[in-house]
């Protein structure tokens, strides 16, 4: 295929990342009407996120097994489909049971797409590219984040909060009949050596035990699971922080963090995978050292920011060091991606992402906003509860993600000699 498709395939993948983080954060724009009509406590606003979460992470199993043997681009377009479908019954949700359930809901429809989008592009691009490719395909998430803050908090002041649901929903439906209507490329298409198939039979039971034994892998894994702990707590609890702490309109709290997530994670998640890709036709370890500097820069930065004064306003200490701390956290996520598809054979990587998903949310995320909103009640204080776990936990993302710094190139080198040894297409799987 050329290589203008491939393009147009990642602008169709970075719209559906888009409108997966906008159908994801709308929740956290609007916490304070939401709060208010159902009568909840932090803890209950928190679980809300968790459910999304744990249902997510559970619904990736199999889903990524699906996405390893079956028609990505199928696999994608009943995702949307679903996860948009969910949003539109969160606008409809009569109580607090319900609104939970639909929001669990979602998970189900987002765990479908990551997996199979993941595996899809990487056979558009090569390995030289993929760390640019997967920032910009990670760049749609910052747009979707600021876009829920933004756009959900000022449609809830306005037209309240169920329409900031409505709005979130509707384009899903036009990104899915996209999704059903592209190419599907042959797996291992863009690797140096080896065929490239159609479909495999290599995804088994034991495919996430034996992942999870490829040392780089690992490393990731387990790193990204305590970042996305830190950065699932703060992106959900940043606007209720600004508007608790600064006494900011819900509106005003939206659009501040909307501004600061779309700049620091543009910025962070382009730079990142630029930085990477370079570094690394000479450091092979770079994709993982990019994240790891972030890692530190952010535990930094971030402790400054919720240390900041109060007589002085938001703007002059707590929105730049904020910002520095966004940019640092993202450098990680086209990068990481990348090495994870790296070190991976092409049968496998939609699998590879599943195991992502599954590790980093059950352990990592999926309890974070509940976790830091329960804190945050027996301390009737959310900027402490914030900063007892977030600085602490970037700096042990750092200790285990270098474990993996001296064994991406060996792990490289044999998924490439195990892949070129491969002569023949399994049979065709019948899913």
Same mark, same amino acid.
């Given at each position: 295929?050329?290589?203008?498709?491939?393009?147009? +395939?990642?602008?169709?993948?970075?719209?559906?990342?888009? &409108?997966?983080?906008?159908?994801?954060?709308?929740?956290?724009?609007?916490?304070?009407?939401?709060?208010?009509?159902?009568?909840?406590?932090?803890?209950?606003?928190?679980?809300?996120?968790?459910?999304? &979460?744990?249902?997510?992470?559970?619904?990736?199993?199999?889903?990524?097994?699906?996405?390893? *043997?079956?028609?990505?681009?199928?696999?994608? =377009?009943? =995702?949307?489909?679903?996860?948009?479908?969910?949003?539109?019954?969160?606008?409809?949700?009569?109580?607090?049971?319900?609104?939970?359930? #639909?929001?669990?809901?979602?998970?189900?429809?987002?765990?479908?797409?990551?997996?199979?989008?993941?595996?899809?592009? #990487?056979?558009?691009?090569?390995?030289?590219?993929?760390?640019?490719?997967?920032?910009?395909?990670?760049?749609?998430? +910052?747009?979707?984040?600021?876009?829920?803050?933004?756009?959900? =908090?000022?449609?809830?002041?306005?037209?309240?909060?169920?329409?900031?649901?409505?709005?979130?929903?509707?384009?899903?439906?036009?990104?899915?009949?996209?999704?059903?209507?592209?190419?599907?490329?042959?797996?291992?298409?863009?690797?140096?050596?080896?065929?490239?198939?159609?479909?495999?039979?290599?995804?088994?039971?034991?495919?996430?035990?034996?992942?999870?034994?490829?040392?780089?892998?690992?490393?990731?894994?387990? #790193?990204?699971?305590?970042?996305?702990?830190?950065?699932?707590?703060?992106?959900?609890?940043?606007?209720?922080?600004?508007?608790?702490?600064?006494?900011?309109?819900?509106?005003?709290?939206?659009?501040?963090?909307?501004?600061?997530? +779309?700049?620091?994670?543009?910025?962070?998640?382009?730079? =990142?995978?630029?930085?990477?890709?370079?570094?690394? *036709?000479?450091?092979?370890?770079?994709? &993982?050292?990019?994240?790891?500097?972030?890692?530190?820069?952010?535990?930094?930065?971030?402790?400054?920011?919720?240390?900041?004064?109060?007589?002085?306003?938001?703007?002059?200490?707590?929105?730049?060091?904020?910002?520095?701390?966004?940019?640092?956290?993202?450098?990680?996520?086209?990068?990481?991606?990348?090495?994870?598809?790296?070190?991976?054979?092409?049968?496998?990587?939609?699998?590879?992402?599943?195991?992502?998903?599954?590790?980093?949310?059950?352990?990592?995320?999926?309890?974070?906003?509940?976790?830091?909103?329960?804190?945050?009640?027996?301390?009737?204080?959310?900027?402490?509860?914030?900063?007892?776990? #977030?600085?602490?936990?970037?700096?042990?993302?750092?200790?285990?993600?270098?474990?993996? &710094?001296?064994?991406?190139?060996?792990?490289?080198?044999?998924?490439?000699?195990?892949?070129?040894?491969?002569? +023949?297409?399994?049979?065709?799987?019948?899913?």
């Amino acid at each position: 295929m050329s290589r203008g498709y491939g393009r147009y +395939v990642l602008a169709v993948m970075v719209a559906i990342n888009f &409108l997966n983080y906008l159908d994801r954060y709308v929740g956290a724009a609007i916490v304070t009407p939401i709060k208010t009509e159902f009568h909840l406590s932090d803890a209950q606003i928190g679980l809300l996120a968790t459910a999304f &979460l744990l249902v997510y992470a559970i619904a990736a199993l199999p889903f990524g097994y699906w996405g390893d *043997r079956g028609v990505r681009k199928t696999v994608i =377009g009943v =995702g949307v489909t679903i996860w948009s479908l969910a949003t539109l019954f969160s606008g409809l949700a009569a109580n607090y049971v319900h609104l939970f359930l #639909s929001r669990a809901a979602v998970g189900i429809g987002e765990a479908s797409y990551y997996p199979a989008g993941t595996s899809l592009v #990487s056979d558009y691009f090569p390995k030289e590219q993929r760390g640019r490719v997967m920032s910009i395909w990670g760049a749609g998430s +910052v747009f979707g984040i600021a876009a829920a803050y933004a756009g959900g =908090g000022y449609v809830a002041d306005h037209f309240g909060w169920r329409s900031a649901f409505f709005m979130a929903a509707l384009p899903g439906l036009i990104l899915a009949f996209l999704a059903f209507t592209m190419r599907e490329p042959l797996r291992g298409s863009m690797e140096k050596v080896g065929i490239a198939v159609r479909r495999t039979t290599d995804a088994s039971a034991r495919t996430f035990i034996n992942l999870m034994r490829i040392p780089t892998l690992r490393a990731a894994v387990l #790193s990204q699971t305590v970042l996305y702990f830190v950065l699932a707590s703060n992106a959900f609890w940043l606007p209720t922080v600004l508007h608790r702490r600064f006494d900011m309109s819900i509106t005003g709290a939206g659009l501040l963090s909307g501004g600061v997530l +779309v700049a620091g994670g543009l910025i962070g998640t382009l730079a =990142g995978g630029w930085i990477a890709d370079r570094l690394a *036709r000479s450091r092979p370890a770079a994709h &993982l050292e990019v994240g790891i500097a972030g890692f530190l820069i952010g535990a930094i930065f971030i402790t400054i920011a919720l240390i900041a004064p109060l007589n002085i306003g938001p703007i002059p200490i707590f929105v730049p060091a904020f910002l520095i701390t966004v940019v640092a956290l993202y450098l990680q996520s086209g990068p990481f991606t990348a090495v994870s598809q790296n070190v991976v054979s092409p049968a496998l990587r939609a699998s590879s992402v599943t195991l992502l998903l599954f590790v980093s949310h059950v352990f990592g995320d999926s309890h974070s906003t509940f976790d830091v909103g329960w804190i945050s009640d027996q301390l009737h204080n959310l900027q402490l509860a914030l900063l007892i776990t #977030s600085p602490t936990l970037l700096v042990v993302a750092a200790i285990i993600a270098a474990t993996g &710094l001296r064994t991406v190139k060996p792990d490289t080198e044999t998924m490439e000699a195990e892949w070129a040894a491969r002569t +023949v297409e399994p049979a065709a799987a019948t899913m």
